[in-house]
């Protein structure tokens, strides 16, 4: 098993699981102020998306798209799509990884200039970095008239029955996880 393919796959699918959940929020909803570190739902997604740009800037190597930035506001509409093609990205960039491509350094632009990091602490981090967020995300729902949705059914065989819609929608093949 390719484990950081393993974790880019998941994280495309829960991002495409709680999107679809907060593509039928109102624009109200999707603004509100929330108990948050980015405190709204819109706010947290956009900072998901801009991580995950940024990352994934860093692991090809591009010290320029480090520095892009999304804008403060970014309406639903356009953020989904956004964070589709981000998530295909990651997707990519994990099918190619080898032994050696996980060992080698990448760097990062920091506030105390460029910093070096290792490509699989780099993944392991964004991972991480995500799962976070989106938990966030999945909490302010809570608060809406949108059920959050279920985000933890993804490779336990006892769970398959649960996942077969969405192996069918992301086409994916359980046998390659």
Do not use: K
Not at 1 to 8: E, I, R, V, Y
Not at 36 to 55: A, K, M, N, Q
Not at 70 to 77: D, I, N, V
Not at 119 to 143: E, N, P, T, W
């Amino acid at each position: 098993m390719n484990t950081f393919l393993a974790q880019a796959q998941n994280n495309q699918w829960a991002n495409r699981r709680l999107l679809y959940a907060c593509s039928r929020l109102s624009q109200a909803e999707y603004e509100a102020p929330r108990t948050g570190f980015f405190p709204s739902i819109e706010g947290t997604l956009r900072h998901i998306l801009d991580v995950d740009l940024y990352y994934l800037a860093a692991l090809e190597f591009d010290l320029e798209g480090q520095q892009q930035a999304l804008p403060e506001r970014l309406p639903f509409q356009r953020l989904a799509p956004l964070q589709r093609v981000v998530d295909a990205r990651l997707v990519t960039y994990c099918e190619g990884l080898d032994p050696q491509a996980l060992a080698r350094t990448a760097s990062l632009i920091r506030a105390q200039g460029i910093v070096l990091e290792r490509v699989d602490r780099l993944l392991l981090h964004l991972f991480q970095h995500q799962i976070h967020h989106r938990g966030q995300v999945h909490a302010m729902l809570s608060a809406t008239t949108v059920a959050p949705p279920q985000l933890d059914e993804f490779y336990l065989d006892g769970d398959r029955a649960l996942r077969r819609s969405d192996e069918i929608q992301f086409s994916w093949d359980d046998q390659l996880l």
